[in-house]
């Protein structure tokens, strides 16, 4: 029997909090802490710089994962270009060297280079601007304007579709939109909770529930439909 709207709503807001008491808060989004150095995690963005560094980081890592996306955040920032400035003007042969481990590369210096425009112009940050620029999707510009900009939109991601259809509230083709209002929805709308808990879902998904399950002693397992642990 279908689960209503109510139920499923409930059951978002118990997932987090089964997350949340497995994993702990996850101080997403890395950051450089100097020039040159390496991402970590360790928070939101505090100045401009930071918050193009997070959009920057949204669009590098696109279809690949985070460690070569940082990767590339590394030797952008060793050479001065995390800097919307700095990345307009320069040649996009030279960013789409610098940013090659992150794949895709010549496509993503055309997409850094409309990104740093649009900060270079001082658009008010909203969901609309962003989805015009080139190669800016929904989750990419959720993505942006989340970690960024610290505004309440939910991320959708490939892993948020397997946990979530894995556990029966998802069939796993809903469109985009439809999944963040569901999201959307059933939590109240505090940026810090969205960041949060889309933290705690790729944390859960690298862990435990991969393509390849790891089933035994998974802090949702007892919500799962798939589970191959009994």
Same mark, same amino acid.
């Given at each position: 029997?279908?689960?209503? *709207? ?17 994993? *702990? ?54 050479? *001065? ?86 556990? *029966? ?62």
């Amino acid at each position: 029997m279908p689960r209503r *709207g109510s139920e499923i709503g409930q059951s978002i807001r118990d997932i987090y909090r089964d997350l949340f008491s497995a994993y *702990g808060p996850r101080g997403w989004w890395p950051l450089t802490r100097r020039r040159g150095a390496r991402p970590e995690y360790r928070g939101g963005p505090r100045n401009r710089r930071q918050r193009f560094e997070v959009a920057a980081g949204a669009v590098l890592t696109q279809n690949t994962t985070w460690s070569n996306a940082a990767r590339a955040v590394t030797a952008l920032s060793c050479e *001065g270009l995390l800097d919307p400035a700095a990345m307009a003007a320069a040649p996009r042969e030279r960013i789409a060297a610098l940013i090659r481990p992150s794949g895709y590369y010549n496509q993503k210096a055309r997409r850094l280079q409309a990104l740093a425009a649009w900060f270079e112009e001082g658009a008010v940050p909203d969901r609309g601007g962003l989805l015009r620029l080139h190669g800016i999707g929904p989750e990419t510009a959720d993505s942006i304007l989340l970690y960024g900009f610290n505004m309440p939109f939910f991320v959708v991601d490939a892993y948020t579709r397997r946990v979530f259809s894995r556990l *029966g509230l998802l069939g796993g083709e809903e469109p985009y939109e439809r999944i963040r209002a569901l999201f959307e929805s059933s939590l109240e709308a505090d940026p810090a909770v969205f960041n949060e808990y889309h933290a705690l879902i790729v944390e859960h998904a690298k862990r435990r529930c991969a393509r390849r399950p790891i089933c035994e002693g998974c802090p949702l397992r007892e919500r799962c439909i798939n589970s191959n642990y009994y």
